[in-house]
């Protein structure tokens, strides 16, 4: 970005906006290096002049959850990254919607910014005894990005809970669109490119009191069993291949325990890779590169990565900037 449009961004968004901002604390690795400009949004009107503008300007843009399945590499990220704040982070139960059978049922919808954290939201449901979301306990990232990469656990997955989602497009329009038009796949959402998620409306089911607090707690229990879940980390590094588990073909690559710099293949969950301290994503990649090619050598199979890599590394920022 030129100082003109830094200026401009600043007359948008004003304070929301700051520039050159480290990643890492903004996702759940703890890696990665600076983002040009990284505006915390808190108004939809505000969010669509700025998406109009980074567009008519063709400045690269990236929607942010809580970090927790992105790999922001050391040179930093082009751009700006955008976070879901304030009124683009709440939730809002509704019984609109919804057939009469349906409301017989016990089902009825809620409408949630996409900035809201799974957290939050299963907090809400156990209070309120509402199931249907519980598989995701334990998921550390937004609604916006869970239903961004189709986020799931326990055979089931947040898609087949969608409704509608409603989208800020690149011109800056708001564009609704129904749950039966999305595409959701393993861990995708079909989204047009530059498509940012504000709002979403869930499916839930009434409970009886106290059914959503004893599944969430199986959920995390079975989670801390089985993750590192005390390293800092992206989940799985990669997609499970078909009838077949990444974990696994790691595992039996040998590769558990395996480090570069302050990154390891975890001792418990070979498709975590973890920070021991100290990484850089240079060090994530590195192993994730190690791990899938190793495994292709033994097995034949070619894992495909889960974590979205983003921005660039620190020979190439310099080769740029020359
Ligand atoms: C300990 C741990 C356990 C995990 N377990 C699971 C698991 O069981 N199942 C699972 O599926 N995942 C798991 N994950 C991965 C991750 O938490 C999920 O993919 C999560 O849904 C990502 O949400 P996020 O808000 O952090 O998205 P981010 O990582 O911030 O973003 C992910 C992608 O979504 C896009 N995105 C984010 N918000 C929006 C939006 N509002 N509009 C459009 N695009 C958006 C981003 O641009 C990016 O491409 C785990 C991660 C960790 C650290």
């Not at 109009?52 to 050391?74: Q, T």
């Not at 409704?163 to 669109?177: F, K, N, P």
């Not at 034949?300 to 020979?315: C, D, Y």
């Amino acid at each position: 970005m030129d100082k003109k449009q830094k200026k401009e961004l600043t007359n948008l968004a004003g304070e929301d906006v700051r520039f050159d901002f480290p990643m890492a604390q903004y996702t759940t690795f703890g890696t990665g290096g600076p983002v040009e400009a990284l505006y915390e949004a808190r108004s939809l009107k505000v969010l669509r002049q700025v998406i109009a503008y980074l567009n008519e300007e063709h400045i690269p843009y990236l929607v942010v959850g809580r970090g927790s399945n992105i790999l922001v590499k050391d040179g930093g990220l082009e751009g700006v990254a955008i976070l879901l704040r304030g009124s683009l982070a709440f939730i809002e139960k509704e019984k609109t919607g919804l057939s009469a059978a349906d409301a017989q049922a016990g089902d009825l919808s809620i409408l949630t910014g996409a900035g809201l954290s799974i957290a939050d939201l299963l907090t809400y449901c156990r209070d309120s005894q509402l199931g249907g979301m519980e598989f995701l306990a334990g998921i550390p990232g937004t609604i916006g990005g869970a239903i961004a990469m189709n986020a799931g656990a326990f055979e089931k997955e947040i898609g087949a809970r969608v409704e509608e989602i409603h989208v800020i497009t690149a011109q800056g329009d708001v564009v609704v669109r129904a749950g039966s038009q999305l595409r959701f796949s393993y861990r995708a959402l079909e989204i047009e490119k530059g498509n940012l998620i504000t709002l979403a409306r869930l499916r839930l089911t009434r409970e009886a009191e106290g059914v959503v607090a004893a599944r969430i707690a199986d959920y995390l229990k079975r989670r801390k069993e089985s993750q590192p879940l005390e390293f800092p980390s992206a989940g799985s590094v990669f997609k499970n291949p078909p009838d077949d588990y990444a974990g696994r073909l790691i595992e039996n690559s040998g590769l558990k325990g395996e480090r570069i710099g302050g990154a390891m293949i975890s001792e418990k969950h070979a498709n975590f890779i973890v920070n021991t301290g100290g990484a850089r994503a240079k060090d994530v990649l590195a192993l994730l590169c190690m791990a899938r090619d190793i495994v292709k050598r033994k097995t034949g199979i070619e894992l495909e990565p889960e974590i979205r890599v983003v921005g660039h590394s620190n020979n190439e920022k310099a080769i740029r900037s020359k």
